[in-house]
T-cell receptor
Framework: EDQVTQSPEALRLQEGESSSLNCSYTVSGLRGLFWYRQDPGKGPEFLFTLYSAGEEKEKERLKATLTKKESFLHITAPKPEDSATYLC??????????????FGTGTQLKVEL | GAVVSQHPSWVICKSGTSVKIECRSL??????MFWYRQFPKQSLMLMATSNEGSKATYEQGVEKDKFLINHASLTLSTLTVTSAHPEDSSFYIC???????????FGPGTRLTVT
């Protein structure tokens, strides 16, 4: 069974204080790993897709990296508007995986002035 | 691009009634759509995968006769919660996959409250 574990559950940062969120996964043949941002009461917003170990993707203050066992979401010099829950999800490859995503429970990030 | 809408955004219904939620892909065609359920401070739980023109595939433990899914066109999927009970109260979110791509784009969600 595919599993995704995110840590920490919650993170409080001061504005400008860089940090990283972790996503550990076990999956039978990784097809893709996805990062989403979710604001309270809204649907998740797509951020990144990573496919292979060593791959990196960047968007503004966010950078996602991938190894064979985990992914990191690095947040550089965060601002209060970066406050949200960040979700990690994996998609298994092969005929059994289909398009199904398995989500972690997320890291709730709060950035304070 | 890749915008998904849901309607209604919130609904309150009485126990025993049925509620229909619509999910539309506004600027792309989606052969596959997904329905999730999310409880407070918990992650998304996949309920079913909806393929245009065919029967939905339900996850283990999800009652297909209670949660009716129809994907009649490439831009519309509907979820009907039949004979709703208070325990069905939740945040329901749909997503759609752009043909040929792996990522899913999510709608804004529907808050269902059953009284």
């Amino acid at each position: 069974e595919d599993q995704v574990t995110q840590s920490p559950e919650a993170l409080r940062l001061q504005e400008g204080e860089s940090s990283s969120l972790n996503c550990s996964y076990t999956v039978s043949g990784l097809r893709g790993l996805f990062w989403y941002r979710q604001d309270p009461g809204k649907g998740p917003e797509f951020l990144f897709t990573l496919y292979s170990a060593g791959e990196e993707k960047e968007k503004e203050r966010l950078k996602a990296t991938l190894t064979k066992k985990e992914s990191f979401l690095h947040i550089t010099a965060p601002k209060p508007e970066d406050s949200a829950t960040y979700l990690c999800a994996v998609q298994a490859g092969g005929t059994g995986g289909g398009n199904k995503l398995t989500f972690g429970t997320g890291t709730q990030l709060k950035v304070e002035l | 691009g890749a915008v998904v809408s849901q309607h209604p955004s919130w609904v309150i219904c009485k126990s025993g009634t049925s509620v229909k939620i619509e999910c539309r892909s506004l600027d792309f065609q989606a052969t596959t759509m997904f329905w999730y359920r999310q409880f407070p401070k918990q992650s998304l739980m996949l309920m079913a995968t909806s393929n245009e023109g065919s029967k939905a595939t339900y996850e283990q433990g999800v009652e297909k006769d209670k949660f009716l899914i129809n994907h009649a066109s490439l831009t519309l999927s509907t979820l009907t919660v039949t004979s709703a009970h208070p325990e069905d109260s939740s945040f329901y979110i749909c997503s759609a996959r752009v043909t040929g791509r792996d990522e899913q784009y999510f709608g804004p969600g529907t808050r269902l409250t059953v009284t």
